[in-house]
């Protein structure tokens, strides 16, 4: 059994694959596979097995040893892709399709692999008269807690910033399908919802928060923007709510976004003592000690008919609590948040929010002040920009012109910002970002306007959303 780490191999699960009855291709017959969960290290070892296998390639003079080991190399990828395929579950009941995002370990941070199924599974249902209503939910403690850009970042680092601009391309055009589905799309917020696990569930029409729910758009810190289609729905929140959240990456709870309208709905776990018997309750605490309550919405919802999204809403109602905003939350504060989120530069939202911090000892205008002073000044730039300019924008020109943007930030021509952020905060840790440039005013408003440009390079295109259905819902038609 090769390894690449050999001293932590007993942290290494290693497990048969059985072959497949169905199959007699040679790739499915019984092998021994590393369970390597993460990806990159999934890939090097392959990488690794397949430099073995060419350098005795050159030491056989048999076709028939040469074909063997073809085999062996199409059935150990096969068994990688196999292990791969594992971070998207499906399940079919009825009419029912329910998607799980399953890189517990990783937060369920969507991979180049779960986009593409998910894109893949979006689509085919649409076209599928059995499928009435997508489930998505997280597995473990998280829905999803943004898009996996560590692969990002290493092609960024080898100059290859196009493999990056494929991944948003495909992330985006996800999100298009979602914002625009002709179905009814219910995501289970249960636990961290970041980033990218946004842009998968804010565009259905319906999202289920619960007590467990967090919420943020943490870009800004990472030396990028709110992107996902983030320009649409955070410019459609109350007031200058979107900018306040979009600017600092304040965290929101469940009740916060019920309040503000990222969530349709907030489901509570001590709601349904009087819908389970006490037997069961006692069960769902001992096997499932949070989950009690959605198991019993997602039954529920599989018993109904799923004519329209009226139907799935009354379902939902049913099992729906109402909580209140506490009293220490930014979104009782609105007026404050006008105030200062209202300016038209970035400038002037930090000094107005410097002067209420000064004015007022609460945690959340001190929270928002230091977030304000560590984040990007380029980032904090463009993501007020994008934000005002989503308030008069459809999604789709949301996501075109926030493709635009993201490839400039890949490009690095203005700023590297968004590679010193993910060095500081997800690889090195140091949490101490270089940014540069380092201050607001060293930030020309020339400077912000060259990433909404087109990008002025050879076989660049801008994002081609796929056409979509005339028989579009309401609730998607309004986003067009």
Same mark, same amino acid.
């Given at each position: 059994?090769?390894?690449?780490?050999?001293?932590?191999?007993?942290?290494?699960?290693?497990?048969?694959?059985?072959?497949?009855?169905?199959?007699?291709?040679?790739?499915?017959?019984?092998?021994?596979?590393?369970?390597?969960?993460?990806?990159?290290?999934?890939?090097?070892?392959?990488?690794?097995?397949?430099?073995?296998?060419?350098?005795?390639?050159?030491?056989?003079?048999?076709?028939?040893?040469?074909?063997?080991?073809?085999?062996?190399?199409?059935?150990?990828?096969?068994?990688?892709?196999?292990?791969?395929?594992?971070?998207?579950?499906?399940?079919?009941?009825?009419?029912?399709?329910?998607?799980?995002?399953?890189?517990?370990?990783?937060?369920?941070?969507?991979?180049?692999?779960?986009?593409?199924?998910?894109?893949?599974?979006?689509?085919?249902?649409?076209?599928?008269?059995?499928?009435?209503?997508?489930?998505?939910?997280?597995?473990?403690?998280?829905?999803?807690?943004?898009?996996?850009?560590?692969?990002?970042?290493?092609?960024?680092?080898?100059?290859?910033?196009?493999?990056?601009?494929?991944?948003?391309?495909?992330?985006?055009?996800?999100?298009?399908?979602?914002?625009?589905?002709?179905?009814?799309?219910?995501?289970?917020?249960?636990?961290?919802?970041?980033?990218?696990?946004?842009?998968?569930?804010?565009?259905?029409?319906?999202? =289920?928060?619960? +007590?467990?729910?967090?919420?943020?758009?943490?870009?800004? /810190?990472?030396? !990028?923007?709110?992107?996902?289609? *983030? $320009?649409?729905?955070?410019?459609?929140?109350?007031?200058?709510?979107?900018?306040?959240?979009?600017?600092?990456?304040?965290?929101?709870?469940?009740?916060?976004?019920?309040?503000?309208?990222?969530?349709?709905?907030?489901?509570?776990?001590?709601?349904?003592?009087?819908?389970?018997?006490?037997?069961?309750?006692?069960?769902?605490?001992?096997?499932?000690?949070?989950?009690?309550?959605?198991?019993?919405?997602?039954?529920?919802?599989?018993?109904?008919?799923?004519?329209?999204?009226?139907?799935?809403?009354?379902?939902?109602?049913?099992?729906?609590?109402?909580?209140?905003?506490?009293?220490?939350?930014?979104?009782?504060?609105?007026?404050?948040?006008?105030?200062?989120?209202?300016?038209?530069?970035?400038?002037?939202?930090?000094?107005? =929010?410097?002067? +209420?911090?000064?004015?007022?000892?609460?945690?959340?205008? /001190?929270?928002? !002040?230091?977030?304000?002073?560590? *984040? $990007?000044?380029?980032?904090?730039?463009?993501?007020?920009?994008?934000?005002?300019?989503?308030?008069?924008?459809?999604?789709?020109?949301?996501?075109?012109?926030?493709?635009?943007?993201?490839?400039?930030?890949?490009?690095?021509?203005?700023?590297?910002?968004?590679?010193?952020?993910?060095?500081?905060?997800?690889?090195?840790?140091?949490?101490?970002?270089?940014?540069?440039?380092?201050?607001?005013?060293?930030?020309?408003?020339?400077?912000?306007?060259?990433?909404?440009?087109?990008?002025?390079?050879?076989?660049?295109?801008?994002?081609?959303?796929?056409?979509?259905?005339?028989?579009?819902?309401?609730?998607?038609?309004?986003?067009?």
């Amino acid at each position: 059994m090769l390894s690449l780490h050999p001293k932590k191999r007993k942290k290494t699960q290693v497990i048969p694959v059985r072959a497949s009855s169905s199959n007699s291709d040679d790739r499915r017959r019984s092998y021994w596979c590393l369970d390597l969960i993460d990806g990159g290290r999934r890939r090097r070892i392959l990488r690794l097995v397949k430099t073995l296998i060419r350098r005795r390639r050159h030491k056989l003079g048999s076709n028939t040893n040469k074909q063997a080991l073809n085999s062996h190399s199409s059935a150990l990828e096969f068994i990688l892709s196999m292990a791969d395929s594992d971070q998207i579950l499906v399940e079919d009941e009825l009419f029912v399709k329910r998607i799980t995002l399953n890189r517990p370990r990783q937060l369920n941070a969507l991979s180049d692999i779960m986009i593409t199924r998910l894109l893949e599974l979006f689509l085919a249902y649409e076209e599928d008269p059995n499928a009435k209503l997508i489930i998505l939910k997280g597995a473990g403690r998280a829905f999803c807690a943004g898009g996996d850009v560590a692969a990002v970042i290493r092609a960024i680092n080898k100059g290859d910033w196009r493999l990056g601009a494929n991944f948003f391309w495909k992330e985006f055009i996800l999100n298009y399908v979602m914002a625009t589905y002709s179905k009814t799309q219910v995501s289970i917020l249960n636990g961290i919802v970041m980033g990218g696990g946004a842009g998968a569930s804010i565009h259905g029409r319906f999202r =289920v928060a619960t +007590e467990n729910t967090v919420f943020a758009m943490p870009e800004t /810190a990472l030396g !990028l923007f709110p992107d996902v289609g *983030a $320009s649409y729905y955070l410019s459609r929140l109350p007031g200058f709510f979107g900018e306040y959240v979009g600017l600092t990456g304040a965290r929101l709870d469940g009740a916060e976004m019920l309040a503000c309208g990222l969530a349709t709905h907030f489901v509570h776990r001590t709601k349904y003592s009087e819908v389970l018997g006490q037997r069961a309750l006692e069960l769902a605490n001992s096997v499932f000690p949070w989950k009690k309550k959605l198991l019993q919405l997602e039954a529920a919802l599989s018993e109904t008919k799923f004519n329209d999204s009226v139907n799935v809403a009354g379902v939902i109602d049913k099992y729906a609590d109402h909580p209140e905003v506490k009293e220490t939350s930014a979104y009782r504060r609105l007026d404050i948040i006008q105030r200062c989120f209202s300016h038209r530069t970035v400038e002037e939202i930090f000094s107005a =929010v410097e002067k +209420e911090a000064a004015k007022r000892h609460e945690d959340w205008i /001190a929270g928002a !002040l230091a977030s304000l002073k560590k *984040a $990007s000044p380029t980032s904090l730039k463009i993501s007020l920009k994008s934000i005002r300019e989503g308030r008069l924008q459809g999604v789709g020109q949301c996501l075109v012109r926030e493709y635009r943007m993201v490839c400039h930030v890949l490009q690095g021509e203005v700023s590297r910002d968004f590679s010193e952020g993910c060095r500081a905060i997800l690889l090195d840790k140091d949490r101490n970002p270089k940014w540069e440039p380092s201050s607001l005013d060293q930030v020309s408003d020339s400077m912000v306007d060259r990433y909404f440009d087109r990008v002025d390079e050879e076989d660049w295109e801008d994002l081609k959303l796929p056409t979509r259905s005339s028989n579009l819902p309401a609730f998607a038609i309004a986003k067009l």
